[in-house]
């Protein structure tokens, strides 16, 4: 149940963000980025169909990976808030990647020793995908922060807006803490050090400050969701609830 | 735009061994963004194994108007397609 669990809250990090950055499609601010973005989102949601898979599994009700991403409400979701803040601009878009992957690399790169079969192999494909996020979203954050005048202000309103959701990326739900113990799925608490450092040199180039954080944010293992994840769900849900078990 | 961000040619490799083949271009505004943006643009398919890019600017062509004086002179000088050969079956593609 616990290893179900946790499996969820990544599987949920993974489709949440991947739909957020789908929403790009169509509308990035130029052709070679709109290409890119649902690249980026194909990697998050392509995770997310072998964990909902593999959670479908463990869970032994017969459900299968649609029925995890497509029929349960907003409370049973188990995302962090980071991955289901809204899209902003693009530099909001592009902070929001860097963060996640900066701390989804390490902690893939840890689960390649985890003795579960499925865990393994997720860690290695998603390692080098999230290596390559890291490094678009890293070169964009950079470009922009020491960019023109205008883009250094939205890279540092995006940081103001965002910073105090990263806290919940290093918090152990109790079933992420039990596998955990177990040494099923790695301590996110030990990917602060190579979080702070990505970060920190991206920032430096970026010439951007670590904002202070007086009240950061979380919630989201529990459920607690901000409003956007309902609107969220409500597109991304509509067409397996108006019209169930459509295919084609 | 295209100030911020000029042109660059995408050439990819497909396979070692073989050379970088030319496959488009796009716009970015450094070498490096130009090679995330053609890995993002021209290898989601695995079409390649290496990418360069090169500023289009530094790329000189040939005046199409003097495709005449440059490549007619060719057509008539079959002597200079080793054709005459023969080469043995075992051998196979040259």
């Avoid at chain 1, 649609?66 to 349960?72: E, G, P, T």
């Avoid at chain 2, 735009?1 to 970088?20: C, D, K, Q, Y």
């Avoid at chain 2, 062509?61 to 003097?66: E, L």
């Amino acid at each position: 149940m616990a290893l179900l669990n946790a499996v969820l809250e990544l599987a949920d990090d993974h489709l949440i963000l991947g739909h957020r950055v789908s929403e790009w499609c169509g509308h990035a601010p130029m052709l070679e980025e709109d290409l890119a973005l649902p690249n980026m989102a194909l990697d998050l949601i392509g995770t997310a169909r072998v964990l909902y898979d593999y959670a479908a599994k463990l869970e032994g009700k017969g459900r299968s990976e649609d029925d995890m991403a497509m029929l349960r409400v907003e409370r049973e979701y188990r995302n962090c808030l980071l991955v289901e803040r809204p899209n902003g601009d693009f530099a909001q878009t592009m902070l929001r990647q860097l963060y996640f992957a900066a701390f989804m690399e390490p902690f893939w790169k840890a689960a390649l020793t985890s003795p579960d079969e499925v865990i393994r192999g997720v860690a290695g494909k998603a390692v080098k995908e999230m290596a390559y996020h890291i490094r678009h979203a890293g070169e964009w954050v950079i470009r922009l922060g020491d960019g023109t005048e205008e883009s250094a202000a939205k890279m540092q309103a995006a940081v103001r807006e965002l910073h105090r959701f990263t806290g919940e990326l290093f918090e152990s739900s109790a079933a992420a803490a039990f596998c955990e113990a177990d040494g099923i799925l790695p301590v996110r608490a030990e990917m602060r050090g190579e979080w702070d450092r990505v970060i920190g040199m991206v920032f430096g180039e970026a010439l951007l400050e670590l904002p202070d954080v007086p009240y950061p944010q979380a919630g989201g293992r529990d459920g607690i969701h901000g409003e956007g994840l309902g609107h969220l769900l409500a597109e991304m849900q509509y067409l397996q609830r108006a019209h169930p078990g459509a295919e084609w | 735009m295209t100030e911020a961000t000029p042109l660059w040619e995408v050439f990819i490799r497909p396979r070692n061994g073989l050379s970088h083949k030319h496959c488009g271009s796009l716009h970015a505004a450094d070498e490096v963004m130009a090679l995330n943006a053609a890995r993002d643009v021209y290898t989601r398919r695995g079409e390649g194994v290496s990418i360069w890019v090169v500023p289009s600017a530094s790329v000189f062509a040939s005046d199409p108007d003097q495709a005449a004086e440059n490549f007619e002179p060719t057509a008539d000088k079959i002597y200079r397609h080793p054709t005459f050969y023969e080469i043995p079956e075992d051998v196979g593609h040259m």
